[in-house]
């Protein structure tokens, strides 16, 4: 029981993250990215790889997308454990509701100055949802696999 509130609070706690990250206005998200961007790019340099750096920017911001999501796949893959779902519908559970957290993520950025919501970034995001879920699968099974 303890484990499943653990879980319970760090799942809602991710989900506000990812909606804060929303709210933040197009200036304030652009400095985030453009501080990693740039830091990627300083130590692609010190190795003499040459980037252009609007690219590198782009797969950046994707990049964060996608592993916001993969942990939100986790966190409720994990959740939704303690349910005893079959295994496809704990699937279908898992990505379905991260799915509405995305579409709710990219309608909050639809308000917020400097923002846009885009259908292409809930499919992103649906990358890192799979593949979050997808982690949680193999781990279970294998961990079911070892006991019998």
């Given at each position: 029981m303890?484990?499943?509130?653990?879980?319970?609070v760090v799942l809602i706690i991710w989900i506000c993250f990812i909606f804060f990250n929303s709210l933040q206005n197009g200036t304030d998200s652009a400095q985030t990215s453009g501080t990693i961007t740039n830091w990627i790019y300083q130590f692609l340099n010190w190795l003499n790889i040459t980037v252009d750096v609007n690219i590198l920017s782009l797969?950046?911001?994707?990049a964060a997308h996608v592993t916001e999501f993969m942990i939100l796949g986790i966190l409720m893959s994990l959740y939704?454990?303690?349910?005893m779902l079959s295994i496809l519908y704990h699937g279908l559970y898992t990505i379905g509701l991260c799915i509405l957290v995305a579409v709710v993520d990219e309608g909050i950025q639809l308000l917020v100055p400097e923002r846009y919501g885009s259908i292409a970034d809930v499919g992103i995001d649906a990358i890192g949802i799979?593949?979050?879920w997808t982690i949680v699968?193999?781990?279970?099974?294998n961990k079911k696999k070892a006991v019998h």
């Open positions: 303890m484990k499943k509130n653990i879980i319970t797969w950046v911001r994707k939704l454990f303690h349910y799979i593949f979050g699968y193999l781990i279970v099974r």
